[in-house]
């Protein structure tokens, strides 16, 4: 098991970006949709509070890894599994922030399921970001299944499938690791670890320390790696990328990180974590990190880091008002996309 957590001097960090062969438009780039996602989030959960928007998820905490693992694919290219919590990884791979409003309204223009799927279950066949399923875990399978067929086709698509730590426990993921690390699939299996399912703590999940251990059983390489580091998630996922294209097989990312809010919107987190525990995390938030980093190392100033906010929340309030303009789907519509219709 390979381990790449810590801090780095301003000096390192400036050093090592271009080590990651990134340039300076792609750090801000990263940092741009970390901002975005960040402002849709804030948003979608207002609209839950004011009575618009039935259910949200939300992914806050969760930008560095979403983003920095993301920003590594080839989009349009490689196959994307998001779960539930995905938003930035959406953004990061091209869906707009107008149509992560319109599936969080569910309104019938939502391009992911004509309002039809809960939020944030993306689905865009150009940008190959497959349709998932609520259940937790199922997507895994599917991966390794999508990473067989690239396989037999001989293209050079690389499969990415994201999860939390508590799918980990279904069978779905012990299956579709063991399919992928047999046959030596081209997929990376990321693991949002933010430590909880729900109320259930990970110590309740597993009788070992980190999930990447699970990779070993399965014959591929398990790594853990700082979740709220962009560039650290950025790097352990290209090298992932790389070596599943180039015939390497599987490998399993586990990326530690946190929510800030609850489960969903239907959740109160009160009644298993502590406040002080949360306020502790929010210390370590994965955007204050990057800004901090790229203030350090002289790529962002203070007057582009207010002007970044400042677009981002303009784009994020643009996404509110169309969706809240978009239409509703029409009620007799409803088994459209159901059942078959000659
Ligand atoms: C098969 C199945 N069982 C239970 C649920 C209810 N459920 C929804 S999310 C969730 C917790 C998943 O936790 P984790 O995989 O750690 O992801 P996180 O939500 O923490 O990001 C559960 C139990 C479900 N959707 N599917």
Redesign the pocket.
Known sequence: MISKQGTLTAKQEEGRHVALGLSVKDLLEMYDKMLLARALDERMWLLNRQGKANFVVSGQGHEAAQVGSAYALKRGVDFVLTYY?DHAVALTVGISARDVMLSTLAKANDPSSAGRQFPAHYSFPPLRIVSVS???ATQIPHASGIALASKLKGEEAVTIVY?????TSKGDFHEGLNFAGVHKLPVVFFC?N?L???SVPLSKQMAIQDVAERAKAYGFPGVVVDGNDVLAVYEVTKEALDRARSGGGPTLIDAKTY?FLP?TSEDDDRRYRSREEVEEWKKRDPIERFRRDLLQAGILTEALDQEARKRTAAEAEDAVEFGQKSPDPDPKDALRYVYFEG
């Not at 999860?163 to 799918?167: I, L, Q, R, V």
């Open positions: 919590r609520s259940a937790v999860f939390g730590d508590g799918a949002e933010n909880y399912a729900i929510r489960h």
